[in-house]
């Protein structure tokens, strides 16, 4: 089956730098997304990887690893209002998007 | 630019009664989608559409039905909701459906079955 594991939670420092981990077991694989969900709001596009590497995009960063099936998402400088849901979401060989449950990253202060 | 808009965006109904959702997008995208989320679930979709006139069954299209006679829009309908389908709804919508397509969000429709 397609599945998508990424931590439920975590706590983070303002200032400070987090990682947020995504494994995937997809049917093919056409690019790696990530997206941000603050409470009660939609979802927003953060960042799109479909070859291995590092992708930076400001304070942002996603990284992609096809052969292990593993993403990262990089978070530096950390501000109190990244705390918010981080979804990762795979696409697969159909073009359906499969969605993690979500990461919630707590910042404090 | 408005780009996706949902309504209404609370709603509580008794099991047995109907309802649509209403979806609008102003960017001119062919595709559009219908998802449901759930606490501790990831986004799951129920319907989507490559373009209008056209619906397609998602991940779990059933208790669901979807029209899009426009473009810019794309209706969901309960026919007789059940307390299962209480849920957060998104609409997103996006330009392509392969590669980097990326989904425009709606804010989201709150819906509680009693």
């Known amino acids: 089956g397609q599945n998508i594991d990424q931590p439920t939670e975590m706590t983070a420092t303002e200032g400070a730098i987090v990682q947020i981990n995504c494994t995937y077991q997809t049917s093919g694989f056409n690019g790696l997304f990530w997206y941000q969900q603050h409470a009660g709001e939609a979802p927003t596009f953060l960042s799109y990887?479909?070859l291995d590497g590092l992708e930076e995009k400001g304070r942002f960063s996603s990284f992609l690893s096809r052969s292990k099936g593993y993403s990262y998402l990089l978070l530096k400088e950390l501000q109190m209002k990244d705390s918010a849901s981080y979804l990762c979401a795979a696409l697969d060989s159909n073009y359906q998007l499969i969605w993690g449950a979500g990461t919630k990253l707590i910042i404090k202060p | 630019n408005a780009g996706v808009t949902q309504t209404p965006k609370f709603r509580v109904l008794k099991t047995g009664q109907s309802m649509t959702l209403l979806c609008a997008q102003d960017?001119?995208?062919?595709?559009m989608y219908w998802y449901r989320q759930d606490p501790g679930m990831g986004l799951r979709l129920i319907h989507y559409s490559v373009g209008e006139g056209t619906t397609a069954k998602g991940e779990v299209p059933d208790g669901y039905n979807v029209s899009r006679l426009k473009k810019q829009n794309f209706l969901l309908g309960l026919e007789s909701a059940a307390p299962s389908q209480t849920s957060v709804y998104f609409c997103?919508?996006?330009?392509?459906?392969?590669?980097?397509?990326?989904?425009?969000f709606g804010a989201g429709s709150r819906l509680t079955v009693l």
């Open positions: 990887n479909v």
């Open positions: 960017m001119n995208h062919e595709y």
């Open positions: 997103a919508s996006s330009s392509e459906i392969s590669g980097a397509n990326v989904l425009t």
